[in-house]
């Protein structure tokens, strides 16, 4: 009998494993994909990748991190097949509590997502009035993150950001990753060193496991500092949605509950 601390980690691998390997479930190769790669008979094509995401280009950065992954938990996945894990009986009853959950989620979110309707003047005044809730507990920067696997190629980003061309990064895409706002202390330790020690606009390269990075800096922002609209809208957005799903959900639910015969013994509760 398998400890309830062990069975945690154990499903959490397993449910890894089966959002990883499940892109790639038949053998069968599609002659009209790419193959990205192979681990024993699974395949995993580049058709898989779009399958899974709902972006129509991916830079060589994201390819490679996907397949990289895809390849260490398949074969992970096929070690613990072999072991016997996924005929565990715990495992199972799990897998399948976890499963009802996500069916549960999806209902709930079907029934009541066309009825969110978020406006600009209602993201406008929540940060109005609660505008003392929005400021920056550590420096923060928005940058543009760029990662190269040769480092001749990170040296000519960072030679075509600091050459006049920061604001055309459109000759760079296939080497940006994202841009987004970073706060000091969320990086590894040598690219957050890099990034928050010095006020430069362009930091790098810097080498990591996965690769060479360059960050061009748009703007930087001092602990303490007011966070705007702009910066907080997301976040805003996000909170005024959560509440009023919460609030269709409630009431989604004592409708369903009118509807039909509930009983809970009182002797526990």
Not at 38 to 45: A, I, Q
């Amino acid at each position: 009998m398998m400890t309830s601390k062990l069975l945690v980690v154990y499903f959490r691998i397993f449910f890894l494993f089966c959002i990883i390997v499940s892109v790639s479930c038949s053998t069968q190769e599609d002659e009209t994909s790419v193959v990205l790669a192979r681990v024993g008979d699974d395949v995993l094509t580049i058709e898989d990748l779009y399958n899974v995401s709902s972006k129509d280009v991916f830079s060589k950065n994201v390819v490679s991190t996907f397949t990289e992954e895809w390849v260490n938990n398949t074969v992970l996945y096929r070690a613990a097949k072999k072991r016997g894990l996924l005929e565990d009986k715990q495992l199972k009853r799990a897998r399948d509590t976890y499963y009802k959950k996500v069916v549960v989620a999806a209902y709930v979110d079907s029934e009541t997502a066309a009825n969110i309707n978020i406006t600009k003047e209602d993201v406008r005044t929540y940060y109005k009035n609660h505008r003392d809730e929005f400021f920056r507990g550590s420096d923060e920067v928005y940058a543009h993150h760029f990662i190269a696997q040769k480092i001749g190629d990170a040296r000519n980003i960072r030679d075509q950001l600091t050459g006049g061309l920061k604001k055309d990064l459109s000759s760079l895409g296939m080497f940006l990753t994202e841009s987004r706002y970073i706060k000091k202390g969320r990086l590894i330790n040598n690219l957050d060193g890099a990034l928050f020690r010095t006020r430069d606009s362009v930091v790098g390269p810097i080498r990591t496991d996965r690769g060479f990075h360059v960050f061009n800096v748009v703007h930087r922002y001092s602990k303490g500092s007011i966070i705007g609209l702009d910066a907080s809208y997301d976040e805003i957005y996000q909170r005024l949605a959560k509440q009023m799903s919460a609030m269709l959900s409630t009431r989604l639910l004592d409708s369903l509950k009118r509807d039909i015969n509930v009983f809970i013994n009182s002797n526990y509760q």
